[in-house]
């Protein structure tokens, strides 16, 4: 069983910043892609930004040059710095994780979701 805890959300104004957080725990044995997630109401689920084993990264275009996945493979943590927020960035941000168990089961991963709203 793999859980995942997030961290960093909060209310902050257009133009500012904040640092997402996740940590992954429990038997793992390797992980492979680390993503982010965010559903805003009334809006579907969307992939935000992704990162691979290898660091390879892909992002959604509403956030191209803003916002910055990274990954502590030693930690088993991933990070979202979201830079120059707008409003239409307000959204629950959900943590995805995929890997290999310990005993050899492939994972994917959920966390609860953290509130991220961007004031005008």
């Known amino acids: 069983q793999v859980q995942l805890v997030e961290s960093g959300g909060g209310l902050v104004q257009a133009g500012e910043s904040l640092r997402l957080s996740c940590a992954a725990s429990?038997?793992?044995?390797?992980?492979?892609?680390m993503a982010w997630y965010r559903q805003a109401p009334g809006k579907q689920h969307e992939l935000v930004a992704a990162?691979?084993?290898?660091?390879?990264?892909n992002y959604a275009d509403s956030v191209k040059g803003r916002f910055t996945i990274s990954r502590d493979n030693a930690k088993n943590t991933v990070y979202l710095q979201m830079n120059s927020l707008k409003p239409e960035d307000t959204a629950v941000y959900y943590c995805?994780?995929?890997?290999?168990?310990?005993?050899?089961?492939?994972?994917?991963?959920w966390g609860r979701g953290t509130q991220v709203t961007v004031s005008s």
């Open positions: 429990g038997s793992i044995f390797s992980i492979n892609t």
């Open positions: 995805n994780v995929a890997g290999v168990t310990t005993y050899n089961l492939d994972f994917g991963s």
């Open positions: 990162i691979t084993s290898g660091g390879s990264t």
